[in-house]
């Protein structure tokens, strides 16, 4: 199994940036895509990116195209999600979630990933 360990949330102001880290403890965890997932107050879990196991591939919900950035850092087993120009609409509880996928692809929808974070908080709000 798969343990993931969300970190980084908190309150903001709109506009005000936020860096959040995944840190991941298991085996071959570079096998793995990891996506970013958030609930807000009365919604579903949405997608929100997604980067490949060997983060050649990475996807974004059109929500956040050109605010947010997904990085893995393989040697640390640790994934970021870097979020900028920050929307009172992004508050939620932000997750982490890994699928071992068989090829440099992954996906915004919540089904296939097998393992999830406990979650974090984001708030923005002035």
């Known amino acids: 199994q798969l343990q993931l360990v969300e970190s980084g949330g908190g309150l903001v102001q709109p506009g005000g940036s936020l860096r959040l880290s995944c840190a991941v403890a298991g085996f071959r965890v570079n096998l793995y895509s990891i996506g970013w997932f958030r609930q807000g107050p009365g919604k579903e879990r949405e997608g929100v990116s997604c980067?490949?196991?060997?983060?050649?591939?990475?996807t974004f919900a059109d929500s956040v195209k050109g605010r947010f950035t997904i990085a893995r850092d393989n040697a640390k087993n640790t994934m970021y999600l870097q979020m900028n120009s920050l929307k009172p609409e992004d508050t939620g509880i932000y997750y982490c979630a890994a699928w071992k996928m068989g090829l440099e692809a992954c996906v915004l929808e919540k089904n296939p990933y097998e393992y999830w974070g406990q979650g974090t908080q984001v708030t923005v709000s002035s």
């Open positions: 980067i490949s196991s060997s983060g050649g591939f990475t």
